[in-house]
């Protein structure tokens, strides 16, 4: 047993013994914590300055939006430079953006149209940082390494998400929003140091064993049209991705709504709590996908992810289900949980995958889709979500786990899909 645990804890700390690997995970945590300051800085100086919610809409949406549509052009670029790049010059652009509202914030010089600029210039250079970040792994650490490695990553994104809204906060209420876009400012310029630092082997060659779908394109499609439709083709014919993009569309379907106003309905209506019973829920999922994610990092065989994905959507279901019946605050909590346990441990697994066997040459491009899938899932499940937590809880809840059963069941009947390793 001793052996086991020593054994577990060797394979999930082998990467962080690679200085470029090291790199990486300190200049994504950084981005992904700058993320997190920027959100409070930008809501809280539009309150300050607008005293207004609808402007606080507009400016989260001029981020958003440019984001969204900018991403498979992001992809599509990191193909073709490499992600490194992408992800030193996101982030010193970032950088300079945030110094330049906080200077501007400080020398009282900020109107709303900025913010919106700022937010939409934000979003869009954004765009080119997600792609390249869930792409460069394979270029850094050996594929035996790829499961470790993104647990390692995974539970760095994870602290990061929650100390990035708490600490910007802090420092807005210590000093001001602008401080905040300056302190901002220095997370995404020391990112994009980190990542200049990293020293990436040679990613794997067009058609490599193993390799998913068709080619990618030849060197003569230049075109940034044809590199897109390239990607889009090379995800949408391969029956193995599709059906990673299937799921990950179902779980976000049913996770950004049921997640954010379930969690929301089912603390203050059905448990009868407030604002720490929700915190609790958010704290019992965050908690079991850390866990999760840690216990997939440490596992030495490779399972078989055509089954296990169909697991996940069966488990959710189940979980899901449980959600709409339960009707006290421990049995809320150790069911969240045990979703989150299992998101975060298949996702290790789950992400791997896609990086071990897509060809590298459209990998980012691939990951790009999956991103534009779940950024047009996401407020669809946000609206469908509103409308049935009106008649309560249990309808909503009911309505997601019958989605991801329905998911589960399709996995199961493609045998070309079972089989995935």
């Given at each position: 047993m001793a052996s086991t645990l020593v054994d577990a804890r060797e394979r999930l700390s082998a990467p962080a013994r690679l200085p470029s690997f090291r790199l990486l995970w300190l200049g994504q945590s950084l981005s992904l914590l700058g993320d997190g300051f920027s959100y409070i800085a930008f809501s809280w100086i539009t309150l300050g300055l607008t005293q207004s919610t609808l402007a606080l809409g507009y400016v989260l949406a001029f981020q958003a939006v440019p984001r969204a549509l900018l991403t498979l052009v992001g992809g599509s670029l990191g193909d073709k430079?490499?992600?490194?790049?992408?992800?030193?010059?996101?982030?010193?652009?970032?950088?300079?953006?945030?110094?330049?509202?906080?200077?501007?914030?400080?020398?009282?010089?900020?109107?709303?149209?900025?913010?919106?600029?700022?937010?939409?210039?934000?979003?869009?250079?954004?765009?080119?940082?997600?792609?390249?970040?869930a792409s460069i792994l394979p270029s850094v650490v050996d594929k035996e390494q790829l499961a470790?490695?993104?647990?390692?990553?995974?539970?760095?994104?994870?602290?990061?998400?929650?100390?990035?809204?708490?600490?910007?906060?802090?420092?807005?209420?210590?000093?001001?929003?602008?401080?905040?876009?300056?302190?901002?400012?220095?997370?995404?310029?020391?990112?994009?140091?980190?990542?200049?630092?990293?020293?990436?082997?040679?990613?794997?060659?067009?058609?490599?064993?193993?390799?998913?779908?068709?080619?990618?394109?030849?060197?003569?499609?230049?075109?940034?049209?044809?590199?897109?439709?390239?990607?889009l083709r090379y995800a949408f014919e391969d029956p193995r991705i599709r059906t990673i993009l299937a799921v990950d569309a179902a779980v976000t379907f049913c996770q950004a709504g049921p997640f954010t106003v379930g969690f929301a309905t089912l603390a203050k209506v059905d448990l009868h709590g407030g604002s720490a019973t929700l915190g609790l829920l958010n704290g019992a999922l965050a908690g079991g996908a850390m866990l999760g994610t840690?216990?997939?990092?440490?596992?030495?065989?490779?399972?078989?992810?055509?089954?296990?994905?169909?697991?996940?959507?069966?488990?959710?279901?189940?979980?899901?289900?449980?959600?709409?019946?339960?009707?006290?605050?421990?049995?809320?909590?150790?069911?969240?949980?045990?979703?989150?346990?299992?998101?975060?441990?298949?996702?290790?697994?789950?992400?791997?995958?896609?990086?071990?066997?897509?060809?590298g040459s459209v990998l980012s491009r691939v990951i790009s889709v999956d991103m534009v899938i779940g950024y047009a899932v996401a407020p669809l499940s946000l609206i469908v979500c509103g409308a049935l937590a009106q008649s309560g809880t249990a309808p909503m809840f009911a309505v997601s786990a019958a989605v991801l059963a329905v998911t589960a069941i399709g996995i199961l009947s493609s045998r070309t899909v079972r089989e995935m390793r």
């Open positions: 430079w490499s992600a490194r790049t992408l992800m030193k010059l996101s982030s010193w652009a970032r950088a300079a953006l945030m110094a330049g509202v906080g200077l501007a914030g400080l020398a009282g010089s900020l109107t709303l149209w900025m913010l919106c600029c700022a937010a939409a210039a934000f979003g869009a250079v954004d765009a080119f940082f997600q792609p390249a970040r470790p490695a993104n647990a390692l990553l995974a539970v760095g994104t994870k602290v990061s998400a929650v100390l990035g809204p708490a600490v910007g906060g802090m420092v807005v209420a210590f000093s001001s929003a602008p401080v905040a876009f300056l302190v901002d400012g220095v997370c995404f310029a020391l990112c994009g140091v980190c990542v200049a630092g990293i020293r990436p082997v040679p990613r794997p060659a067009a058609g490599e064993e193993g390799a998913a779908g068709s080619p990618g394109p030849p060197p003569a499609e230049v075109s940034l049209g044809a590199r897109i439709r390239a990607g840690l216990v997939g990092g440490a596992v030495s065989s490779r399972p078989r992810i055509g089954l296990l994905i169909a697991a996940l959507a069966g488990w959710l279901a189940i979980g899901t289900g449980l959600l709409g019946l339960v009707g006290n605050t421990a049995g809320a909590l150790v069911t969240v949980g045990a979703m989150g346990f299992g998101m975060g441990f298949q996702g290790v697994f789950g992400l791997s995958w896609i990086q071990r066997t897509i060809d």
